[in-house]
């Protein structure tokens, strides 16, 4: 039996991105914090493994609803209901890594010219 969402574990998000057929959709659902550290999502769209999509809080509330977060697909329920595929994304933080990689080559010696 699968254990109760709690306000915690799922929040009301709009997510958004560039569909299979390279449509821009976006759609109300919940973000679903899952044990592995992943997120669990209920999409209609049609999307591929290693697409980008964005998620926006939709809690008017939350200040942060104007900063999307990016996430990548890692997999999708192939089971289509009227609630739509099952998606589970990884969160991705393309500033940290270019950052890192930055930081990395100006402490290395060998690449300052």
């Known amino acids: 039996m699968a254990p109760l969402e709690t306000e915690e574990s799922s929040r009301p998000v709009e997510i958004s991105g560039w569909d299979l057929a390279e449509n821009f959709f976006v759609e109300k659902t919940v973000l679903r914090r899952c044990d592995d550290g992943s997120r669990k999502v209920r999409l209609h769209a049609a999307l591929r493994v290693g697409a980008l999509v964005f998620a926006r809080l939709s809690d008017e509330q939350t200040a942060d609803r104007t900063s ?40 290395d010696p060998a690449t300052k010219n």
């Open 68 to 107: 999307p977060v990016t996430y990548q697909v890692a997999t999708i329920n192939a089971d289509f209901s009227d609630e739509g595929r099952e998606v589970r994304l990884l969160q991705r933080h393309p500033r940290q890594t270019l950052l890192g990689k930055l930081n990395a080559s100006f402490a």
